[in-house]
């Protein structure tokens, strides 16, 4: 993200929020809930799939902040339990039809405290961020990318109704395990639409 991209208004914050579901609810980050996400972020079974693995507190606050901008989260009986990153970007195009591409698709990324994983919750958040996505943004296109070998992200992305539609081998670099192969998700608003 360019610097102009975080002075410009966030998508996000053209709603209202909160969202509820039948259990969660679901709302804009604010700085106060960077204690809360702190608390699984910093797990091992959290860091091991996502982008970044905090270093520290200090370090955490870092990445937090940088984050704002694109972040909801959500919340079970009124406490933080997971966050997913909603970031509207532009489609590619060719110049002639650029303005047409502009924020009309997001990349989702999602992130759950594993002490209340099981239940259904992942999938419920991450529906209805989808809904927010193709009803209230108006996006024409949802994307998602994983590690190959995140089994649970991608079996949620399938869960709600995201089609695989990449497979690129020994494409991602993790730290741990090396070069790693990489699936990528999308869902259209049409699919979305025939889907409910």
Not at 32 to 61: K, Q
Not at 175 to 194: F, I, K
């Amino acid at each position: 993200m360019t610097g102009t991209d975080q002075e410009m208004p966030a998508p996000l914050d053209a709603l209202s929020w909160p969202v509820r579901t039948a259990r969660l609810s679901i709302r804009r980050v604010r700085p106060a809930d960077e204690e809360a996400m702190w608390a699984y972020r910093r797990l091992e079974e959290v860091s091991r799939w996502g982008s970044w693995r905090p270093a520290d507190r200090a370090d955490w606050r870092g990445i937090f902040s940088a984050r704002l901008r694109d972040l909801l989260v959500v919340e079970l009986e009124g406490r933080v339990v997971g966050d997913v990153m909603v970031k509207v970007e532009d489609g590619w195009a060719q110049r002639e039809v650029r303005d047409r591409a502009r924020g009309v698709q997001a990349e989702l990324g999602w992130a759950l405290d594993p002490a209340v994983g099981g239940h259904g919750y992942a999938s419920e958040a991450v529906r209805e961020v989808l809904r927010v996505c193709f009803e209230d943004l108006r996006l024409r296109r949802v994307t998602a990318n994983a590690f190959a070998a995140n089994e649970a992200s991608c079996r949620l992305a399938e869960r709600v109704g995201m089609r695989r539609e990449l497979y690129a081998v020994a494409d991602s670099l993790h730290r741990d395990l090396g070069w790693v192969d990489e699936v990528g998700y999308a869902l259209l608003a049409q699919e979305w639409t025939a889907n409910r």
